[in-house]
């Protein structure tokens, strides 16, 4: 089967790990914007950090240019936003089969996630509608997060 | 041994409803109500109060099994509020002297936060095991298991182990052999350098065999009003972060990066700070191999001080000295401001000749790993010296005047006092202030009680005396609370509000470093504000309030939620009275430590020494505006009802006719 054409290009939040203190502000951030809950768990970004280095990995949704999870997703669910070009979740719409997140090249790290509270699949999505861009970009004391726009990816 | 689900999903806001019981000594596992307790006590300090009030007997040592280890958080624990990976551990507490009694200890980090998202606001723990267990909590589950493999190991290996075998991403309140060996001043240690020290609840766990509490939460905590919230921890984070002008940037030491890999980090859930430096690879210069740690807090003294503290040990063995004494589970705080120097002047007095037969060097980094081992083992001299100062010094009937210049009371050592404290450079008036802090407290108040004279020593070094007695006019109501021209005057009012302030930071909870927030080079009259997106602005003391009331939506006024802190302070003071016998007299006992001169000379231009008529006027005004009994220092029955302890104040004035 062929490949379909990829879909519009989307801005990313890019992580700059050098930067990072480890707080998790970032997380708490994005459940709470997203979900009014505090909540690593619920959060589109996910921090791993080492309790003797305090060394930490951030995993968050890279928007892809050709996205997996929205060519998977079967129920119409996955839409391109079309100011920032976010692969993102209609949650109306999301039946919770997990389709995107088999399909995610890098869903291990926790890419996108499943709320057992709604039933249905999350990701991150640019905070797509919020005025200010990303929360946790703006949340982050330390400009340990980037949010780059579409048109100046490299 | 399970205790399945507990909380009705999504009932609150700010709390998770349901408070884990354990009884090492049945097995039985059950969890309760948080919310009864919630409106009046608001969490961590105060519910604590609460149930020790209930359920903690006068003369229960802090051995006794039927001691209660509570562990709580409070509303704001795991949320975005600046430092919200809090929790208080309370209880009758084995430092405490001359016989244990009901305190409390709190620690930063992550255990506080993922207790939550495992569905519980605290635990209590009663009973002792009569084997060694560890505690493994699981989403609103519970179980006691088997710690036949765990006893005897340091904390780092405890929660390495612990992390292997369930989930990497837990998180773990530990002991070490110090803890197991029931060494009074032995710590809650989690991760590398976040511990509940003061009190020895480390030596409580050892006492029930209670080797560790491992906890593990997928869930999270409901915010009543989620876009104001964040509004308000955002602009605060901001504000704090520029109070100072520019914000912080991080650690930049290139030479300690290089070296050492050195860089700052977080201690604490959603704080925006970088207090800690986290050390990745120190070579060790008694035990062989890296270290890796975080440093903080009084950690750095390990290495010694230009003064007083002038041991010559140098970064490495320092740093590999405060890794030990974590592993080993060892209060810093007592070993460096209280064991260490007392032993070293009984030395220098000829009073202690050597350490079981071998020379007392301080300058020696073997000498430290042998006396740190001695003690968590209880072995030789180190049995002694496992008793603390106060009681060590009892058995071996020398340096009792050592131990007095060195700890005020309580069997704590000194803390931002100007005397036994002679690390932080608090001055004449400012040391007042602490002492009335000190001396109707049941431990060493500088847990959470840094607001006035930590703040006001560093603030008179960017900001003139003028403009901070006017930030003291908003905040305590006078000028007089600040200048330093009325060293006796005025100085209750302070100390009760940053001993109510003390309450709520333990009790919502919130940082001691970093709250309360009062002063700023960023406004006009230097006061603090935070300016939030909406254009709504929040005076720097109030920030407490109303993050807790847009994380739990409830409805209370400004002046209601104060009064919490005050009904728990005086519910403190009803079990101290209660229990424990504490009066007026108790609380006099302070006053010689402070009549010996100061350490530094301040504002008065000579060293100070404390004016005990000066100071007992000070005494009466406290108790008058405590609502407390001039002759007996005990809560009046019409005050405890005036803030709807009606039952306390039955039971108390019971207990004593």
Redesign the interface.
């Known amino acids: 089967m062929e490949r379909p054409p990829p879909p519009q290009r989307s801005g990313v939040v890019l992580p700059i790990p050098e930067?990072c203190?480890?707080?998790?502000?970032c997380e708490?951030?994005c459940?709470?914007?997203h979900?009014?809950?505090?909540?690593?768990?619920?959060s589109r970004i996910h921090l791993?950090?080492d309790?003797?280095?305090?060394?930490c990995t951030h995993s968050l949704c890279i928007q892809c240019d050709w996205p997996a999870c929205f060519f998977a997703c079967s129920v119409g669910a996955l839409f391109i936003d079309r100011k920032s070009g976010a692969r993102t979740i209609d949650e109306s719409q999301c039946i919770g089969c997990g389709s995107c997140a088999k399909a995610c090249p890098l869903n291990k790290n926790s890419i996108i996630k499943y709320n057992p509270?709604k039933g249905v699949y999350f990701k991150c999505d640019l905070c797509s509608g919020r005025q200010r861009g990303p929360?946790c970009v703006?949340?982050c004391?330390?400009e340990a997060l980037k949010y780059i726009p579409a048109s100046e990816r490299g | 041994m399970i205790a399945m689900g507990m909380n009705p999903?999504?009932s609150y806001y700010g709390w998770v409803g349901r408070i884990l019981r354990v009884d090492l000594g049945s097995g039985r596992i059950w969890s309760q109500d948080t919310m009864p307790y919630a409106k009046d006590f608001i969490g961590g300090r105060g519910i604590a109060a609460r149930i020790a009030w209930e359920e903690l007997k006068p003369g229960i040592d802090a051995f006794d099994p039927e001691n209660r280890l509570i562990f709580m958080t409070g509303p704001l624990t795991?949320?975005?509020a600046p430092s919200?990976g809090r929790i208080e551990v309370c209880g009758a507490a084995p430092q405490a002297y001359p016989k244990t009694h009901y305190t409390r200890s709190n620690m930063g980090g992550?255990f506080g936060s993922e207790l939550k998202?495992a569905g519980f606001d605290g635990i209590v723990i009663q009973g002792a095991s009569d084997r060694p267990v560890y505690l493994w909590i699981e989403d609103g589950k519970a179980e006691i298991l088997d710690a036949k493999e765990l006893w005897g190991r340091d904390t780092?290996s405890t929660?390495k182990y612990l992390?292997d075998r369930h989930d990497?991403?837990a998180q773990i309140a530990c002991i070490g052999p110090a803890g197991e060996n029931l060494v009074r001043y032995a710590v809650v240690q989690s991760?590398?350098e976040n511990a509940a020290g003061q009190g020895g609840f480390g030596a409580v766990m050892g006492s029930k065999k209670l080797k560790a509490i491992a906890v593990r939460g997928?869930?999270?905590?409901?915010?009543a009003e989620?876009e104001r919230?964040?509004d308000l921890?955002?602009a605060t984070?901001?504000a704090l972060?520029t109070a100072r002008g520019r914000?912080p940037s991080?650690y930049r030491d290139p030479e300690m990066a290089r070296k050492y890999g050195a860089?700052?980090?977080?201690c604490?859930?959603?704080?925006?700070?970088?207090c800690?430096i986290?050390y990745?690879n120190v070579p060790g210069k008694v035990n062989r191999g890296i270290q890796?740690?975080?440093i903080q807090c009084v950690a750095p003294l390990f290495a010694g001080a230009e003064r007083f503290y002038d041991w010559k040990i140098g970064r490495e063995a320092g740093t590999e000295l405060s890794a030990l004494a974590n592993k080993l589970g060892l209060n810093h705080w007592v070993l460096l401001l209280g064991v260490v120097p007392w032993l070293r002047e009984c030395h220098r007095r000829g009073l202690i000749k050597d350490l079981d037969g071998g020379p007392i060097d301080f300058d020696n980094p073997r000498f430290w790993t042998n006396l740190l081992e001695k003690i968590s083992q209880k072995e030789g001299i180190g049995k002694i010296l496992a008793e603390d100062v106060p009681r060590a010094s009892e058995i071996l009937k020398i340096g009792e005047d050592v131990m007095k210049s060195l700890y005020p009371a309580y069997g704590f050592p000194g803390h931002w006092d100007g005397h036994g404290d002679k690390v932080n450079p608090a001055f004449f008036p400012l040391w007042i202030v602490s002492a009335l802090q000190w001396f109707t407290d049941t431990r060493d108040p500088f847990s959470s009680g840094h607001g006035y004279t930590s703040w006001l020593a560093s603030w008179s070094r960017i900001l003139p005396w003028d403009r901070l007695a006017g930030v003291g006019e908003k905040v305590y109501g006078s000028r007089k609370s600040i200048d330093p021209s009325y060293p006796y005057e005025y100085k209750a009012q302070p100390a009760i509000w940053e001993q109510n302030e003390s309450v709520l930071k333990d009790s919502l909870p919130l940082c001691d470093n970093l709250f309360p927030f009062l002063y700023t080079t960023q406004t006009e009259d230097n006061y603090a504000r935070v300016m939030l997106s909406s254009g709504e602005v929040v005076e720097g003391k109030s920030i407490g309030y109303h993050l807790f009331q847009a994380a739990t939506g409830l409805k209370l006024d400004e002046a209601e939620f104060r009064r919490c802190a005050e009904r728990i302070f005086n519910l403190e003071r009803a079990i101290d009275v209660r229990n424990y016998s504490r009066r007026r007299e108790d609380d006099l006992k302070i006053i010689p430590y402070f009549e010996t001169p100061e350490n530094i000379i301040g504002p008065s231009g000579r060293l100070e020494s404390l004016d005990r008529k000066a100071f007992l006027k000070l005494v009466d005004e406290y108790y008058e505006l405590r609502g407390w009994d001039l002759e007996t220092g005990i809560p009046t029955k019409h005050k405890l009802e005036e803030l709807g302890l009606k039952d306390v104040a039955e039971e108390l004035h019971r207990s004593l006719s």
Not at chain 1, 21 to 25: H, P, Q, R
Request: charged share 20%; hydrophobic share 30%.
């Open positions: 930067k203190k480890g707080c998790g502000i708490l951030t459940s709470l914007i979900e009014g809950t505090c909540s690593p768990q619920l791993q950090r309790i003797f280095t305090e060394e509270n929360a703006e949340a004391p330390w | 999903k999504g795991g949320t975005l919200s992550w998202y780092f929660q992390l990497r991403n991760r590398t997928t869930g999270g905590v409901r915010i989620p919230f964040f921890c955002i984070n901001r972060r914000p991080g860089k700052s980090a977080a604490s859930q959603a704080c925006p700070m970088d800690g986290v990745t890796k740690t975080r």
